[in-house]
């Protein structure tokens, strides 16, 4: 299973816009959904939005609703997350997952080996 996390640019201004891509191999895109977190530095990860393969449900972190969406392209076995409106505190290393269950209010948690490698996001005020 290897997911390689990619975004066009990295560093951006507060109230710009990134959008980050998640490219899936090795395994069957359709058996999983694809989770976006992030962490912080001194902060703990956190989930920030994920989509379901099967429903095409979403969830996203409360503090990004409105400013980030979540898309795939089954064809291409690729997850977006493009990131509108981006404040400081949006700053952090993001990492894409394939996680068992993605629903609009909850989603699990990836096993240790289903995460991507990181992609630094700052986002300067």
């Known amino acids: 299973l290897m997911l390689a996390a990619g975004v066009w640019g990295g560093l951006v201004q507060a109230g710009g816009s990134l959008r980050l891509s998640c490219a899936a191999s090795?395994?069957?895109?359709?058996?999983?959904?694809i989770g976006w977190f992030r962490q912080a530095p001194g902060k703990e990860r956190e989930g920030v939005s994920c989509i379901s393969s099967s429903d095409g449900s979403t969830y996203y972190l409360n503090s990004v609703k409105g400013r980030f969406t979540i898309s795939s392209d089954n064809a291409k076995n690729t997850v977006y997350l493009q990131m509108n409106s981006l404040k400081p505190e949006d700053t952090a290393v993001y990492y894409c997952?394939?996680?068992?269950?993605?629903?609009?209010?909850?989603?699990?948690?990836?096993?240790?080996?289903?995460w991507g490698k990181g992609t630094q996001v700052t986002v300067s005020s």
């Open positions: 090795g395994f069957t895109f359709d058996d999983y959904a």
């Open positions: 997952a394939a996680i068992g269950f993605c629903s609009g209010s909850y989603f699990y948690w990836p096993l240790r080996d289903h």
